[in-house]
């Protein structure tokens, strides 16, 4: 069902756990599952330099923030992952949308002038 790429990700996840003084921080639910998942990034001069991700989601949705947390796209990310399968996509998801809010949540908190 899934990929070797999503099954090492799932065994090997990076990325995990969180920045204790992260400049901007998302959490986001999954409609369709219910599942949650929160990222935290370090920006530095304007460039992440840091990911960090916990979630109570699947097997997915860990490989899908595992890896290539910055780019924007979950099918981005699921191409990445060589594919998931059609009824996992929604859970790439939600590492689009967290790292969407972490962005957000850091230009909140620093607003350019
Ligand atoms: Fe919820 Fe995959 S089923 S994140």
Do not use: W
Not at 7 to 29: K, L, Q, Y
Not at 82 to 100: F, N, R, T
């Amino acid at each position: 069902m899934y990929s070797e790429k999503v099954m090492e990700h799932f065994e090997h996840p990076r990325n995990v756990g969180e920045i204790p003084d992260a400049s901007g921080t998302g959490t986001v639910g999954n409609a369709k599952c219910g599942d949650i998942m929160k990222m935290d990034i370090k920006v530095e001069n304007d460039v992440i330099t840091d990911v960090k991700f916990k979630t109570f989601g699947c097997c997915a949705a860990i490989a899908t923030s595992s890896d290539e947390a910055l780019q924007l796209t979950n099918k981005a990310v699921a191409e990445a992952l060589d594919g998931l399968p059609p009824v996992k996509m929604h859970c790439s998801l939600l590492a689009e949308q967290a790292i969407h809010a972490a962005v957000e949540d850091y230009q909140k908190k620093h607003p350019k002038e």
